[in-house]
């Protein structure tokens, strides 16, 4: 029978999380699974707890958002190490790219009986990240200044908070002139936004790249072009299903190392969380993190 470790994010609203996962606790509890639970007093805490669970064998699960989800799974990248979520953030994007089950009785029986399967993780480089590695998409422009409105609103929630950061983000965004690097070869681009996607999920279950997969080796990179801002308000909406890539204005090419740097300071962040500036370089660890979905 497998031994978890739960690891709780208290800044994705404690009791959230914690009732999240006392709805999983009982089920593999009553399975006769070993559960113990550590809240953390930061993300490199939570990391530290990962890790050393890890190294004792257990199971960890990472309980809220896609920043602890991220941030665990980057600690653990690399590592023998097995990662299970519990859903309990306002975006919970990669959960939703493993089309985890939402009903708890559903999610602890998949984290009891499936077998461990490898996925990509995205090693970053740049001033303030030397080896980090995350699990969905990094992202630098429009939607990285919109996050951290999102990630700072207090009335809002979820899809709304995103969206209401995105309103506020575009109603004072200036094109950047950005150059591309995919694997050594280089491209131009002024626009919104550019986007290394492991995933197909990001800012509350938009679909920013439909084809992106968590197992191929391979980042989409997506890039929204300058474009009127009631076309790019469309975009915004079409996001939900994706139809956005079939835009001229939407550029996709596929690749393992991106280098994205730009002509002024522009955010970039990677699964939630937004604290630095570019040049940043993103690449794909095909098969670095076992995980449980």
Not at 30 to 41: C, D, K, W
Not at 155 to 171: C, E, H, I, K, N
Request: glycine share 10%; hydrophobic share 45%.
């Amino acid at each position: 029978m497998r031994q978890f470790t739960a690891v709780v994010n208290p800044t994705a609203g404690s009791a959230g999380a914690a009732a999240a996962l006392l709805r999983v606790a009982r089920v593999l509890r009553e399975a006769g699974a070993e559960l113990e639970t550590e809240y953390s007093r930061s993300l490199a805490h939570a990391q530290d707890i990962a890790r050393r669970a890890g190294e004792r064998g257990r199971v960890v699960l990472a309980v809220g958002g896609d920043g602890i989800a991220g941030g665990i799974g980057g600690a653990l990248s690399g590592t023998d190490s097995v990662l299970g979520l519990v859903p309990a953030g306002r975006g919970n994007d990669f959960a939703r790219a493993l089309d985890l089950p939402a009903d708890p009785d559903a999610l602890a029986r998949l984290l009891l009986e499936r077998e461990p399967r490898a996925v990509d993780t995205i090693e970053l480089r740049s001033a303030v990240h030397a080896g980090t590695a995350v699990l969905g998409s990094v992202y630098a422009g429009v939607d990285a200044l919109a996050n951290r409105h999102a990630n700072h609103a207090r009335l809002l929630r979820g899809a709304a908070s995103y969206y209401a950061g995105g309103l506020r983000a575009v109603t004072t965004w200036r094109p950047v002139n950005y150059l591309v690097t995919v694997d050594g070869r280089p491209h131009a681009h002024r626009g919104y936004t550019v986007v290394a996607a492991n995933s197909p999920y990001y800012g509350s279950g938009r679909m920013i790249a439909p084809a992106a997969r968590v197992d191929d080796g391979l980042l989409e990179v997506v890039m929204i072009r300058a474009a009127p801002r009631r076309l790019f308000f469309t975009l915004m909406n079409e996001l939900a299903s994706g139809a956005h890539v079939e835009r001229p204005e939407v550029h996709i090419l596929r690749g393992r190392e991106i280098r994205i740097e730009a002509d002024r300071e522009v955010p970039y962040g990677a699964d939630g969380e937004v604290e630095a500036v570019l040049p940043v370089t993103a690449k794909v660890l095909p098969g670095a993190l076992r995980m449980l979905y």
